[in-house]
T-cell receptor, first 115, second 112 residues
Framework: GNSVTQMEGPVTLSEEAFLTINCTYT??????LFWYVQYPGEGLQLLLK?????DKGSNKGFEATYRKETTSFHLEKGSVQVSDSAVYFCALRRLYGGSQGNLIFGKGTKLSVKP | DSGVTQTPKHLITATGQRVTLRCSPRSGDLSVYWYQQSLDQGLQFLIH???????AKGNILERFSAQQFPDLHSELNLSSLELGDSALYFC???????????FGPGTRLTVT
């Protein structure tokens, strides 16, 4: 079946450190891949997405590249800020083969950034 | 603010009871998805409605049901509640089922 595996947290970093959160997926066909962010007490916000192999999604200094050969979509940021503290979810969505567009999420990775 | 509203924000109820969670999608969005976020199961898709019709079901228990009304708002009904139903319930909306989903702030259900 379709699934997403992301690194367990929590991840604690100092401000301006480099961030990587690993995400790998299993899916039939060609899914779209997403990173969502959930700030404390809020709903999920789309951070970035990629819809085909080798696409790079980017937003607010975060980047992730759709790697079909390694079935991965790792999230990176060169210099994190305290305001980046949140829970990050990797997700996939299949648009064909019986799917109706629902998202399949990883378990989430909590990031804490210390000043 | 995503434009998706959910009420109530918090709900505390007892085992065996029935509750209704409400979602109003963004203006113009025809698709509504319901997701459950719990500590042990993570974020799971429950059900999807498009323009009033059920389009897909995920890991939704038989005790749970949903509907989407002509004005496109949706309600998720949870009955015979158990302690394990305590979770955050999110709805998300999109224009069509291939479009970006926007999430509401969630309803936190606590079953005691």
């Amino acid at each position: 079946g379709n699934s997403v595996t992301q690194m367990e947290g929590p991840v604690t970093l100092s401000e301006e450190a480099f961030l990587t959160i690993n995400c790998t997926y299993t899916a039939t066909g060609y899914p779209s891949l997403f990173w969502y962010v959930q700030y404390p007490g809020e709903g999920l916000q789309l951070l970035l997405k990629a819809t085909k192999a080798d696409d790079k999604g980017s937003n607010k200094g975060f980047e992730a590249t759709y790697r079909k050969e390694t079935t991965s979509f790792h999230l990176e940021k060169g210099s994190v800020q305290v305001s980046d503290s949140a829970v990050y979810f990797c997700a996939l969505r299949r648009l064909y083969g019986g799917s109706q567009g629902n998202l399949i999420f990883g378990k989430g990775t909590k990031l804490s950034v210390k000043p | 603010d995503s434009g998706v509203t959910q009420t109530p924000k918090h709900l505390i109820t007892a085992t065996g009871q029935r509750v209704t969670l409400r979602c109003s999608p963004r203006s113009g969005d025809l698709s509504v998805y319901w997701y459950q976020q719990s500590l042990d199961q993570g974020l799971q898709f429950l059900i999807h409605y498009y323009n009033g019709e059920e389009r897909a079901k995920g890991n939704i228990l038989e005790r749970f049901s949903a509907q989407q009304f002509p004005d496109l708002h949706s309600e998720l009904n949870l009955s015979s509640l158990e302690l394990g139903d305590s979770a955050l319930y999110f709805c998300a909306s999109s224009v069509g089922w291939k479009d970006e989903q926007y999430f509401g702030p969630g309803t936190r259900l606590t079953v005691t």
